[in-house]
C-alpha cells in the first residue's frame, strides 16, 4: 500500500543493481486495505469467464489487433467492440455483465480535475466520475491497456491514491491492471499477449502472471518471442510483426509501466 508520492513509482521495479523486486517478489498494490479486503471478496464469488475487449476505439493505437486475436485464442467466446462499435453507452452499459474487461485504447489523466481522467471511446469519453457515480461492476480483472490509467490523478491529494484503477477497484473489480506512464505499443501488445497466456494456460494469479510476463518481456530473446506468437497468430500476422518483436525491451520503460491493484 503505497503512500503519498510513492504510489507514482514502479516499486515492483526497484533494483539494488543486480536484480529488480520482481525477480523476488509477486507484488500486487491496493490504495488501503479495505479496498484490498473488498476486491478479495469480490473474487471470492466471481466463477466465469465472461470476457468483454474494447479494441482501439479510436483506430490509433498500432498492433491493437494483434493483442486482441491474442486474447480471442485463450477466450474463444468473447465480446469484442472493435473502433467505430466501441461507443460510450454500448460498452458502460456492458460493464456489469462480464467478468474479464479488457480496454485497449488511450488514457488519460486530468491533473487538475481528477474525476475527469477518462478512457477514449469511440464517440465520447468515459470518466472516472462516471465509473464511481454510477459504475457496478462485478469483475475479476479490469485490464487497462491505456496511457497513464494508473497514475495518481491528483498530486496534491497523493496519500487518497486517486486513479482510473483505484476507482475501478472502488466499482467493483477484484483487480486492474494499469499503467503510471505513456507506455509503448508494441511493448503493450507483447506484455498483454504474454500475461493471458500465463494466467489462463499456466493457470497463475492475475499478479504472478503479470510479473512474470515482465520479466519474460525483459529478458526473452527474438526467437523466442517469435516462437511465443506463432503459437497464438496466423503465420501471416507474425511474419508483419518479425521486425517489433526483434528489438530490445530491455529497459524499465518498456516492461515496468504496468502494474497490478487488488489482488
Known sequence: MPLGLLSLLPLHAATDGKRCALDVWCINYAPNARSLNRARQIQANIRQQRVLAVENPKNNIDYALYATESLR???PQATIYQQALARHDKVFNALPDYDIIHFYCHGKTNI?????????????NLSLKTVLEQGKLNARLVLLCACETGMLADLQRAEEFVSLSTGLLQAGSAAVIASLWSVSDASTMILISRFYHLWQQEQLTPAEALRQAQ?????????????FFQALLPTPAVTELEAVLKQDFSHPYYWAGFGIVGV
Do not use: F, M
Not at 487538475?112 to 465520447?124: N, V, Y
Open 73 to 75: 485464442k485463450h477466450y
Open 112 to 124: 487538475e480535475q481528477p474525476l475527469q481522467s477518462l478512457l477514449e471511446l469511440a464517440d465520447k
Open 215 to 227: 520479466v519474460w518481456l525483459r529478458d526473452s530473446t527474438p526467437q523466442q518471442r517469435i516462437v
